[in-house]
């Protein structure tokens, strides 16, 4: 299997560099462009042309095959908020080859010093710069709006500023970033003792609120209960008055 047979097999390879011999055929060579790959191709006269997937030609001294892209997908850890709770970040982010020949030539440059690059070899370049990136980004940001808040948005716009050297010195553009979250487990311990904390206080106001209902539940039957012997009270006297103006009635004033 040839070089370039072997390249489009095998999507773990990211770029290759190639010469004119190890294009397929005996005396017509011809380069046509693998799906999902740029090519920087270098005729004999030192000019430099660009083919996307599918263009072929057969002016070529040699060349690079590069994919159009990749996804990084990355968990790691990003130092501590503005509060100093210790975060973990975990994203995707989608990479895109520029198509220019400058940006396909620092890539050669950077990444082929050893005629081919892996996809594991351009991610082990990016990862520092992203948790850099990530640190400074958590930093600057409270515990809280790391863990509850959706931080796509403004990580999306922070990364494609702290990027910008890697994707320079690999011919690479950040065309989107997926999934962003930030996780603490100092957090969720502090959130689970605010919860916690929460119960309890709540428990003792209920509590509180029970004693005091109780409290007005005895102060009005000790209520409900002198009035009924107050209106008891009324009763015998009136009664006892009912009887005096009776007799009065029957003895008349004098007999009195």
């Not at 922070?158 to 990027?163: I, W």
């Not at 003792?193 to 102060?219: I, N, S, T, Y």
């Not at 002198?226 to 103006?245: G, P």
Request: hydrophobic share 40%; net charge negative.
């Amino acid at each position: 299997m040839s070089k370039l047979e072997s390249f489009s097999e095998d999507a773990a390879q990211f770029a290759v560099a190639f010469d004119r011999a190890d294009l397929p055929g005996m005396l017509s060579k011809k380069l046509v462009v693998p799906a999902d790959c740029l090519a920087l191709v270098y005729d004999d006269d030192d000019g430099i042309t660009v083919l996307k997937a599918g263009e072929e030609t057969s002016e070529i001294a040699r060349g690079v095959l590069v994919r159009e892209g990749l996804t990084l997908d990355a968990t790691l850890e990003s130092g501590r908020s503005e509060d100093g709770l210790r975060f973990e970040a975990s994203l995707e982010l989608v990479l895109e080859t520029r198509d220019k020949a400058l940006d396909l030539g620092q890539l050669e440059q950077t990444c082929l010093s050893e005629g081919q690059a892996s996809v594991a070899e351009i991610r082990a370049h990016f990862l520092p710069y992203l948790q850099d990136a990530l640190r400074f980004f958590a930093s600057e940001r409270p515990a809280k709006t790391l863990a509850e808040k959706d931080q796509r948005a403004a990580l999306d716009t922070h990364l494609r500023k702290e990027l910008q050297k890697p994707c320079f010195e690999t011919g690479l553009e950040m065309s989107d970033l997926r999934h962003p979250k930030f996780k603490s487990s100092e957090w969720d311990s502090r959130r689970q003792a605010d919860v916690a904390a929460d119960a309890e206080a709540e428990a003792v106001g209920r509590e509180r609120e029970l004693q005091d209902l109780r409290k007005q539940l005895a102060r009005n039957a000790l209520l409900a209960d002198i009035e009924l012997k107050d209106e008891a009270d009324r009763n015998r006297k009136e009664k006892r008055l009912a009887r005096y103006e009776e007799l009065r009635s029957r003895m008349g004033d004098d007999d009195r």
